[in-house]
């Protein structure tokens, strides 16, 4: 699970550098400046949104009677 992590975060950073470095080519005179605090920042905003989006429907499903739920389907 961490090495999934891992990669998938590395490969979003290469995507982003990417894709603005194509921006650049391709556009009027336009600076991108990528700075390690912006890097973290949208780690860190993508991380609180997954565990949020995650967290919350697995803690509604937890409360649910299992035998009741497949009943209904």
């Not at 080519?25 to 920042?41: C, G, K, R, V, W």
Request: aromatic letters at 14%.
């Amino acid at each position: 699970m961490p090495w999934a992590a891992c990669s998938s975060w590395c490969g979003g950073i290469a995507v982003a550098l990417g894709f603005g470095w194509l921006f650049c080519q391709f556009s009027t005179p336009f600076e991108l400046i990528y700075s390690p605090a912006s890097i973290i920042a949208a780690l860190v905003c993508s991380r609180v949104i997954g565990i949020f989006f995650g967290v919350v429907p697995a803690r509604k499903a937890s409360s649910l009677d299992p035998v009741a739920c497949l009943v209904r389907d």
